[in-house]
């Protein structure tokens, strides 16, 4: 089938849907593009990975079996010689044993005797990755002007994946990330990173260690109500795998902590359980960037660890958010002091007591929160954008790093019926903090703004103004701390 033929198909369908009387349409518009974005493969399947790992996505229609997107892509013809020296190997499966989106993966054994896996990156990537990101680009414009995106925003999506699509195609730029990791993983009682044999690779090809595990989707996809994915992971490892996850969650917010990068593509299909609870990681053409301050991220942690232990409050988890992860925003509004105050605690203290006040009796937000969506409960409560926060490009793969495992995990939690997710997380941050202490976190808070001081002040009147046309309650909180 032709590009126009199968784009003409799937608009087709989708208008259908939109003149359907099906109750939940956007749910239906979200299968349907799922599932065809799965046959086309591919740039595709890659986008796929990327929204299937934010639960909303799949909210209202998906599951653990549409995690077989992250594990097995349509496979390709090409010529192993064309790509690797032959005589390097005693032995090379002549079929690829795994499918990924952009690669294919063969298995081999070296003259030397090491077992290696051999990620060869697909000849139609490499040749129409540019012309179909456009062509991709084009359908996330129609899907963002023509359906709601109360759940999805296509065009936000798009953007975040089109430079680091182009980026995971440079296979030598993938091979330093992973020496990266294996030097600070060397020795890691719980963590196994492959290694790389960089004499035999190349541009287009990486030869590293063959890691024998079914990974996080094989066993999501391949799991059962009689055999869910916990005592599938029992079956084939002998290891626990909710203590997996929780190793995975807590290394990737450690290495936020204390390291100069973190791991960028956390998604199930990535990540293989072994046994005596370890995990391996593969694939890292995506890493995130440290924060722009360990030591911010370190202190939004904690504010969260607190409030799922029960000791925190809104007030402290809103203020290190917005220092975290807007630091120019917060150094702006804590230039606008009114007394032993400024403006960033002002509006958190606000928010606090206006979210006291609203959750007095209603447990509704707090398990809203303890499910990891305290985001969701800021925006329920405050009910309008008190300020137009932008996150920093830096900490925004950072989030998407971090939301591609936390959807994961998401669904993997609804479909094992255990409702546990604030505990996971719990102990994920748990096991990040313990470690992070013991090596020590950097102090590196940021100190300087882009913002003017005219630009600072002109940031409260907009502020103010917004809350008084928008939010009266909020508005009469503020002014009090204000001119208290």
Same mark, same amino acid.
């Given at each position: 089938?032709?590009?126009?033929?199968?784009?003409?198909?799937?608009?087709?369908?989708?208008?259908?849907?939109?003149?359907?009387?099906?109750?939940?349409?956007?749910?239906?518009?979200?299968?349907?593009?799922?599932?065809?974005?799965?046959?086309?493969?591919?740039?595709?399947?890659?986008?796929?990975?990327? @929204?299937?790992?934010?639960?909303?996505?799949?909210?209202?229609?998906?599951?653990?079996?549409?995690?077989?997107?992250?594990?097995?892509?349509?496979?390709?013809?090409?010529?192993?010689?064309?790509?690797?020296?032959?005589?390097?190997?005693?032995?090379?499966?002549?079929?690829?044993?795994?499918?990924?989106?952009?690669?294919?993966?063969?298995?081999?054994?070296?003259?030397?005797?090491?077992?290696?896996?051999?990620?060869?990156?697909?000849?139609?990537?490499?040749?129409?990755?540019?012309?179909?990101?456009?062509?991709?680009?084009?359908?996330?414009?129609f899907f963002a002007h023509f359906f709601p995106?109360?759940?999805?925003?296509?065009?936000?999506?798009?953007?975040?994946?089109?430079?680091?699509?182009?980026?995971?195609?440079?296979?030598?730029?993938?091979?330093?990330?992973?020496?990266?990791?294996?030097?600070?993983?060397?020795?890691?009682?719980?963590?196994?990173?492959?290694?790389?044999?960089?004499?035999?690779?190349?541009?287009?090809?990486?030869?590293?260690?063959?890691?024998?595990?079914?990974?996080?989707?094989?066993?999501?996809?391949?799991?059962?109500?009689?055999?869910?994915?916990?005592?599938?992971?029992?079956?084939?490892?002998?290891?626990?795998?909710?203590?997996?996850?929780?190793?995975?969650?807590?290394?990737?917010?450690?290495?936020?902590?204390?390291?100069?990068?973190?791991?960028?593509?956390?998604?199930?299909?990535?990540?293989?359980?072994?046994?005596?609870?370890?995990?391996?990681?593969?694939?890292?053409?995506?890493?995130?960037?440290?924060?722009?301050?360990?030591?911010?991220?370190?202190?939004?942690?904690?504010?969260?660890?607190? @409030?799922?232990?029960?000791?925190?409050?809104?007030?402290?988890?809103?203020?290190?958010?917005?220092?975290?992860?807007?630091?120019?925003?917060?150094?702006?509004?804590?230039?606008?002091?009114?007394?032993?105050?400024?403006?960033?605690?002002?509006?958190?203290?606000?928010?606090?007591?206006?979210?006291?006040?609203?959750?007095?009796?209603?447990?509704?937000?707090?398990?809203?929160?303890?499910?990891?969506?305290?985001?969701?409960?800021?925006?329920?409560?405050?009910?309008?954008?008190?300020?137009?926060?932008?996150?920093?490009?830096?900490?925004?793969?950072l989030l998407k790093a971090m939301q591609a495992?936390?959807?994961?995990?998401?669904?993997?939690?609804?479909?094992?019926?255990?409702?546990?997710?604030?505990?996971?997380?719990?102990?994920?941050?748990?096991?990040?903090?313990?470690?992070?202490?013991?090596?020590?976190?950097?102090?590196?808070?940021?100190?300087?703004?882009?913002?003017?001081?005219?630009?600072?002040?002109?940031?409260?009147?907009?502020?103010?103004?917004?809350?008084?046309?928008?939010?009266?309650?909020?508005?009469?909180?503020?002014?009090?701390?204000?001119?208290?």
């Open positions: 089938m032709t590009a126009f033929r199968r784009y003409a198909k799937l608009i087709a369908q989708l208008v259908k849907i939109a003149f359907s009387d099906t109750a939940n349409k956007d749910a239906e518009y979200r299968r349907t593009i799922f599932y065809n974005f799965k046959d086309w493969g591919g740039v595709y399947i890659k986008f796929l990975q990327v @929204m299937a790992g934010a639960s909303k996505f799949m909210e209202g229609w998906g599951g653990p079996r549409e995690m077989e997107v992250f594990s097995q892509a349509p496979r390709e013809d090409l010529n192993l010689a064309d790509y690797v020296d032959l005589s390097q190997f005693s032995r090379l499966s002549a079929e690829p044993v795994a499918a990924g989106s952009f690669a294919l993966v063969y298995r081999g054994k070296l003259l030397s005797g090491e077992d290696v896996a051999v990620k060869i990156l697909r000849p139609s990537i490499k040749h129409n990755l540019k012309r179909n990101l456009k062509l991709l680009g084009h359908l996330c414009k995106r109360t759940l999805v925003d296509y065009n936000e999506a798009y953007a975040a994946c089109a430079k680091m699509f182009l980026l995971e195609t440079d296979y030598r730029r993938e091979i330093a990330n992973q020496e990266y990791f294996a030097k600070l993983y060397h020795d890691h009682p719980r963590v196994v990173i492959p290694k790389v044999y960089r004499d035999l690779s190349s541009r287009d090809v990486i030869v590293q260690d063959f890691i024998s595990g079914p990974t996080l989707a094989d066993v999501m996809s391949a799991a059962t109500p009689e055999k869910p994915a916990a005592a599938l992971t029992r079956e084939l490892t002998g290891s626990d795998l909710w203590q997996q996850v929780i190793i995975a969650g807590g290394e990737a917010l450690y290495t936020a902590m204390c390291a100069d990068y973190v791991y960028g593509d956390p998604h199930p299909g990535n990540i293989i359980l072994l046994p005596d609870n370890r995990i391996a990681l593969i694939d890292f053409g995506i890493i995130a960037n440290r924060p722009s301050s360990h030591f911010a991220f370190y202190e939004w942690t904690e504010s969260y660890l607190n @409030m799922l232990n029960g000791t925190g409050n809104f007030k402290r988890l809103l203020e290190t958010t917005v220092i975290c992860f807007c630091p120019d925003l917060a150094l702006a509004m804590q230039r606008c002091s009114f007394g032993k105050d400024d403006l960033l605690t002002v509006l958190a203290d606000a928010i606090n007591e206006k979210m006291s006040t609203t959750m007095d009796g209603d447990n509704t937000f707090v398990e809203s929160f303890k499910d990891g969506h305290f985001a969701n409960v800021f925006v329920e409560v405050v009910s309008t954008k008190v300020v137009e926060v932008k996150v920093d490009m830096v900490n925004f793969e495992f936390l959807g994961s995990i998401t669904i993997l939690d609804n479909s094992e019926g255990n409702h546990s997710f604030a505990e996971t997380m719990r102990r994920s941050v748990e096991y990040a903090i313990t470690n992070a202490r013991r090596k020590g976190i950097p102090h590196d808070s940021i100190s300087k703004t882009c913002y003017s001081t005219t630009e600072s002040y002109e940031l409260l009147i907009r502020t103010i103004s917004a809350l008084a046309d928008h939010d009266e309650d909020m508005f009469n909180l503020v002014r009090e701390r204000i001119f208290a």
